[in-house]
């Protein structure tokens, strides 16, 4: 596996990550753990080093399920995970100083580890100053207890006055052929401040991999039940971004998925996208596609046909998309 750094930080991590937060939580009921202990083993066998997690997923069984498969990999592996929620009673943004030390503490034990590799704001709080989550994670980091300071789904703005206080190793937003925002704003603060893009959802929850259409029914703990992008409609008229990988993926005997983050990969050497999984099978092919050469010319086709092409349907329900951006 291809090695890539994120910025300028010095964190070396396989250029294709693993996400894991579809094993318990999101795409329906959770997987099987046994199996998705050892799905994750057998990723780090086949040279991903970088994995993804949050206090959120479950909340708290993805954290417990990835620290427990990654035990016998301590010092080989890179995990980063994430704060900025509550739950129980209070639920929602929570980016208190003194909150990100408690999930600090938690989510240290539950992945079994004696610093985070990489710790992100989930989501930008309002409610509190990006100046102040720096601070707080600036104390971590000088305790020893992080790593590296990340923000997730954050603006050009927000990213600037965090970088300020801490040094920003990583920003991880969605970003795909088919959810290009942060090519406006995001993408160029990122190269000048010299920090590392973590694309989630690289394969658009699945659809860029060809294997949904508009006739797919989703389970009602999918979050994809209530997606617009996701509609059966949505689903029909969105089909032409898939069409467009395939044609491409005959040609370069790939799959669409491989073409759809070989293409990420090409846009910045900086870019370590995490797609997600529950089948070792989709792991391997995930994978392979860092070993897809995709020529100025394919670039060019691929841009061009893109262009045409309008997705149908907001990528995020209003009440979530409310909170990225910022």
Known sequence: MQKRQLGSSGLEVSAIGLGCMGMTYGYGPPADKQAMIALIRSAVELGV???????????????????????????RVVIATKFGFSFGATRGLNSRPEHIREVAEASLKRLKVDAIDLFYQHRVDPNVPIEDVAGAVKGLIQQGKVKHFGL???????????????????????????????????????????IGFVPWSPLGAGFLTGKIDATTKFDASDFRARY????????????????????????KKATPAQIAIAWLLTQKPW???????????????????????????????????ASKIRVQGARLPEDILRMSGR
């Open 49 to 75: 080093t970088f994995f993804d997690t949050a206090e959120s997923y479950g909340p708290f069984t993805n954290e417990e399920l990835v620290g427990e498969a990654l035990a016998p990999f301590r010092g």
């Open 152 to 194: 997730s789904e954050a603006g050009a703005t927000t990213i600037r006055r965090a970088h300020a206080v801490e040094p920003v190793t990583a920003l991880q937003s969605e970003y795909s052929l088919w959810t290009r925002d942060p090519e406006a704003e995001v993408l160029p603060t990122l190269e000048e401040l010299e």
């Open 228 to 251: 617009p992008r996701f509609t059966p409609e949505a689903r029909n008229a969105n089909m032409a971004l898939v069409d467009l990988l395939g044609d491409i993926a005959k040609r």
């Open 271 to 305: 870019i370590v996208p995490i797609p997600g999984t529950t089948r070792r099978a989709r792991v391997e092919e995930n994978i392979g596609a860092a070993e897809i050469e995709l020529t100025p010319d394919d670039l060019r086709q691929i841009d061009g046909a």
